[in-house]
């Protein structure tokens, strides 16, 4: 019998457990560097036999500013399928590559690739039956200190808006493209509404930025199961609840319906914080936040989750338009029945 081809649920930032938030101060004190090891575990035990199985993943850390990655690796078992390297191809049979300073080592038959934003994607089919995968990515990154954020010298958010609506002709601003809306986090009139709450006349741009961030915190309540992977924007707006996924989209969206630039960040969060320091929400999963466009500052990473700008306890994996993007891990199978992801994500300060 030839059995269905399903999608298989992908991997979601939703299992966090609630925490206090952290204080929420935007003038960050002078930090040491934080080395950290990461270690995300997925595992799918499937109550049928899969036949056919095609995986995407957006496992791999990207190098930011902020963020040095050392080493990188990937298993992925039972073993996937392994094409024959193409004519004058280096043949590399144990995995292992090398960009600039950081070792990768992957197991054999997974391919790696660039998505158009220059995150690391990887690709890996299975033609040979089995009833489970694991799938294990590990690593180690150097997190650099926040410089101090100087909100009230942003240039006042209409200013920055009028800059990023774009002209034929005029000069192309590349963060354009994250003005535009996308599935999850669309332009649309609630969402301007909500964003006009404290994008108001004359406010500088990331003022307004960290006031949206404490505004989701204060109004959205932290709660898991009340949505789901598909939930929109708006949706989230209306139900005032969700997780961290819901509340990076619905900032996402509200600026955007401003004229503002903002993208999605997927990554995690230090799960063993320092002493007298609370528990993050999202210890233990998978997380994501918001990064919003400032002509003075750059890209500034906001966690209106928690509350805080995105710091020593974040690390960043990879950004998109949206959750579709950026989704951990993904795939589509033949057979399989029910595929619901077991994941476990522990992120370790390395002495």
Do not use: K
């Not at 101090?148 to 010298?153: I, M, N, T, Y």
């Not at 009139?189 to 404290?198: I, N």
């Not at 789901?228 to 990076?248: I, K, M, Y």
């Amino acid at each position: 019998m030839t059995l269905p081809e399903i999608q298989e649920l992908p991997e979601t930032p939703e299992r966090p457990a609630i925490a206090a938030a952290a204080p929420a101060s935007e003038a960050v004190e002078a930090q040491a560097p934080r080395r950290l090891r990461v270690l995300h575990e997925t595992c799918y035990d499937y109550d049928a036999p899969v036949e056919l199985a095609h995986h995407l993943g957006m496992l791999r850390p990207r190098h930011t500013p902020l963020q040095q990655v050392l080493e990188w690796q990937l298993t992925v078992t039972p073993q996937p399928d392994v094409a024959p390297a193409a004519p004058g191809e280096p043949d590399d049979p144990d995995g292992l590559l090398r960009a600039g300073d950081e070792r990768v080592l992957v197991t054999p038959g997974v391919q790696q690739s660039l998505d158009p934003w220059g995150n690391h994607r990887v690709s890996f089919s299975h033609s040979r039956v089995h009833d489970r995968l694991v799938v294990s990515s590990s690593f180690v990154a150097d997190i650099a200190p926040l410089p101090r954020l100087q909100p009230e010298a942003s240039p006042a958010w209409e200013v920055v808006a009028e800059r990023l609506d774009y002209r034929p002709g005029a000069g192309f601003e590349p963060a354009v493209e994250f003005t535009l809306g996308s599935l999850y986090a669309p332009r649309e009139a609630s969402l301007a509404r909500f964003g006009a709450e404290v994008f108001r006349p004359g406010v500088p741009l990331l003022a307004g930025a960290l006031a949206m961030m404490h505004l989701i915190h204060r109004r959205f309540e932290y709660r898991p199961l009340a949505t789901s992977v598909n939930t929109r924007a708006p949706e989230a707006l209306a139900q005032r609840q969700g997780v961290c996924q819901d509340f990076a989209h619905v900032m996402i969206g509200a600026m955007r319906s401003l004229g503002l630039a903002a993208r999605y960040v997927s990554g995690y969060l230090l799960t063993q914080p320092p002493p007298g320091q609370p528990r993050l929400v999202g210890a233990d999963a998978s997380h994501a936040w918001v990064a919003v466009w400032c002509p003075l500052h750059g890209w500034v990473a906001l966690d209106p989750t928690n509350a805080v700008p995105a710091g020593l306890d974040h690390v960043t994996l990879a950004w998109g338009r949206d959750y579709a993007d950026v989704a951990p891990l993904r795939g589509v199978i033949r057979g399989g029945g029910r595929a619901v992801p077991c994941v476990g994500v522990t992120v370790m300060p390395m002495e």
